[in-house]
């Protein structure tokens, strides 16, 4: 299972990512560096690109997002 460590930018612990048998998922910059949101604590596994992710959104449309659920796919992917 891959789960989004959370946005809340402290390093308290967020579920289901902190669950012992979850890879929670951190969200870098474009650059690789801490997204300034993502949560950072001994729960995290890994970290992926999470700022100004082109997605599919309501209505057929696409948007640029951001965030710690925008990292997952990309980890999803290749797990």
């Known amino acids: 299972l891959v789960a989004a460590a959370g946005n809340g930018a402290n390093s308290d612990f967020s579920y289901p990512a902190s669950y012992e048998y979850v ?3 951190a969200a870098v910059k474009w650059d690789g ?3 300034n ?3 950072y ?7 992926a690109p999470g ?6 959104f309501k ?3 696409y948007a ?4 710690t659920s925008m990292a ?5 992917g290749v797990a």
Not at 41 to 47: C, H, K, S, T, Y
Request: charged letters at 10%; proline letters at 3%.
């Open 23 to 25: 890879m929670s998922v």
């Open 33 to 35: 560096s801490h997204a």
């Open 37 to 39: 949101f993502s949560q």
């Open 41 to 47: 604590n001994d729960q995290v596994d890994i970290a």
């Open 51 to 56: 700022v100004g992710v082109k997605s599919t």
């Open 59 to 61: 209505g057929g449309a």
């Open 64 to 67: 640029v997002m951001t965030g």
């Open 72 to 76: 997952v796919p990309h980890v999803a």
